[in-house]
Every structure is written in structure tokens, then in C-alpha cells.
């Protein structure tokens, strides 16, 4: 099973960093993309055809997506470990937070059953950040694509080292690490030198940028985000197209 997550931040000539107000509509020279080349995006990258929807949900911020999986999960109507499809301006793995920590010292040492409900904040916890770290820690994904931004440059790409298996881009794979606190705290300036008390399964990681993309599967459910810290109000003419994808029955 595929499922295709798309943030509308994706369809900016800009990535926003570390936001400093509800809406960046300071940002001027923010370019949007026309219309036109957003379907073009969606019906010939992504294979999507508005007259035949995929079920799925338009969502504020992405890490209401966790809340989906898990609500789906839950209603037996998702079935994991799934292939995820990220197409975003940012990888939300979690960086230049402190989720890592929690991941590590923490959430890992718990059975996979509760990790379901992990802490919510927007400095150690679950947050739009870093929703794929956590759904990886709930050991719900078993591939990911993350489709990045035409403007990054893939060995500046925008992933926490310390997720990675080997702690390695090179790996192609995401491999969670659990370590104690007292571990984690001395090695704090290089995690990688950290006492590996137990490995998390291996996650493909396939990485392609955005001019390359061409999806290869048939979704099975569709998620875009408005991500509103992260899009100027003029990119919100882009909602509607978006809508015109999505058969919003999926009752979650």
C-alpha cells in the first residue's frame, strides 16, 4: 500500500526555515507556482486524475497526519507497515529540535503499542517538524520517498544524521537507534559515538528530487497539508486544485 502526502510548501520558489509568525506574508518576493503547473505536477509526476479521486483528507499541519495513521490504524482501514510518498519542502524528521533525545532515551524504550501517544510539544515531542520520525518510531513505514525541493542540493538535504542507518546519507535508509539518556547526554556533540542498546527495523529511504520524480505505484489514499507557518496567504489560491484530487469521504 502507497500513500502520496503532499505539503503545499512544496510549490514555492522559497523554503521558509524556523517561522516567526502565524503566516510569512513579510516574505515579498516569494514566487508561487501557477496553477497550471500544479496540475501539470499532480496528473504527470504523480499520476493523480481529479476524475477519479483518491480518498484522503486536506490538513492544516502536517502532524495531523500522525493523528490519521494512527486513527486509521486503529479503524483497521490502514494496514502497516506502508509505503509513504513526502513530497515537501522539508523532510520532517526533525531537525533543529530536540525530538531526537526523546526518541532515543525515551519513546523507544517503550513497547511499540504505546508509542502511539507520544509526548506533544513543539521542542522534544511530536510536532509538524518531525511527524515522519514518530510515525517511524511506531514502526508504521517500511519505505519512504521523500520528493525534495528543486532548490536543495541533495548533500545539503534537510535529514538528521543521527536517524539514518550508519548514521550515513549513503545508507539509503533510516534506521532508529535506542541509547540511554546518560549515553545520549555524553555524547551529546557526536551521537554517533553513543552505545547502540538496540536497532529499529530498517526503513528504505529513496530520495529524489523534484525534477526527477515520476511515481511508479497507485495510491491508495491521498494527504495534502496547508502548512500555514510555512505558505504566504497568495499561495492559498493553490487549495482548491489540490481538492479537486481528493475524495474527502475517508471518514478519520
Known sequence: MVILDIDIDFFLD??????????????????????????DFLEKKCGLNNKNKIKGKFLKTHDELFYCFRNMIEAKILSVPFELVHIDAHADLGLGDN?????????????????????????EGISEVNFLAFSIACRWIKRLTYVYHPSIIKRNIDINFVHLKDFSIGSCAIQLKKVSLEEYDKNSLNISKCNILEFEPIVTLNLIKADDFFAKDIFKYIFVTHSPKYTPRKADKLIPVFLKYIDESLNI
Open 14 to 39: 522559497y523554503i521558509i526555515h524556523n517561522p516567526k509568525s502565524e503566516r510569512p506574508d513579510d516574505y515579498d518576493n516569494i514566487v508561487i507556482y501557477k496553477k497550471a503547473d500544479v496540475i
Open 99 to 123: 525530538s531526537d533525545k526523546y526518541i532515543m532515551t525515551e519513546l523507544l524504550h517503550m513497547p511499540v503499542s504505546e508509542r502511539i501517544y507520544p509526548k506533544r510539544n513543539n521542542w
